[in-house]
């Protein structure tokens, strides 16, 4: 039985107002006392460590009216024969006018936090502890070094993850709609994942994949709502640094309307 002794289990206080009452532990190390030394446990006691942030920005919504922004019909992103052939990935880029004009709180009670600009709909109220920045950013313009297949090195944005920590998960639900254009059909969804050093220059670069769906008999020319949940871990600082997308890769042609994004981050 080890010698550390638990002295002490007390109530702290409502840390986050959820009603949340930690212990406090003490990690004396009795071993050492012959010495005059003592030691701690490496305990740290994570409080708020998960937080979200949630955007309509794609950059491939078009203006359906004055302000306006979506998808008209069956028009959207098309993913065609060539990119079919050629084994391509199709990541959706951001745009900061799209969010500026798509992301307003649309709920009256509690009174919304009006100053989305450069974070979300919930306007960062909602981002973990010690997080200042926003979860997403959308005018980020350093896609130039990915070499992904059929990449386009003029896209813009990224999940932004500066200020998270090593050990940290990333869960991405990208919300879109698929119009396949032939049965049959095939669909990866994930992230595309460029991890970062210390100057900003891509080092490693692959596809996380979310989830595969099939589009059989009586698919073609329907619009499904896809809500796909992708994963990663922060294993170092250069995923911390890292930069990600929404992604698709499909084995037959389909048009997608990108919706919208959710990050969460938990510990």
Request: net charge negative; glycine share 10%; aromatic share 10%.
């Amino acid at each position: 039985m080890s010698n550390t002794k638990i002295s002490q289990l007390s109530n702290v206080g409502n840390v986050d107002g959820s009603g949340l009452f930690l212990p406090v532990v003490d990690t004396t190390d009795t071993t050492q006392a012959a010495s005059g030394t003592t030691k701690k446990a490496d305990l740290e006691i994570v409080v708020n460590a998960s937080g979200y942030e949630f955007t309509g920005g794609f950059a491939d919504k078009t203006e359906i009216s004055s302000g306006v922004f979506g998808h008209s019909g069956n028009t959207g992103v098309n993913y065609t024969q060539a990119d079919v052939d050629a084994g391509n990935y199709r990541r959706f880029p951001l745009s900061t006018a799209v969010h500026e004009a798509v992301d307003s709180p649309y709920w009256s009670d509690p009174a919304p936090n009006t100053n989305f600009e450069g974070f979300g709909m919930f306007g960062g109220d909602h981002l973990p502890a010690g997080k200042t920045t926003t979860l997403i950013s959308y005018d980020l313009s350093d896609w130039s070094g990915s070499t992904m297949t059929g990449s386009n090195s003029s896209d813009t944005g990224s999940i932004r993850l500066d200020g998270l920590k090593v050990g940290d998960l990333v869960q991405v639900r990208f919300d879109y709609n698929i119009i396949p254009q032939v049965q049959n059909t095939t669909v990866d969804t994930g992230l595309w994942w460029a991890t970062r050093d210390n100057t900003d220059a891509i080092t490693f670069e692959f596809f996380l994949q979310g989830a595969t769906t099939f589009f059989g008999q009586g698919s073609v020319g329907v619009s499904r709502l896809q809500r796909v949940t992708s994963s990663a871990y922060l294993a170092s600082n250069e995923d911390v640094n890292a930069i990600a997308l929404p992604c698709i890769k499909s084995d037959n042609p389909v048009i997608i309307q990108p919706l919208t994004m959710l990050v969460t981050i938990t510990k």
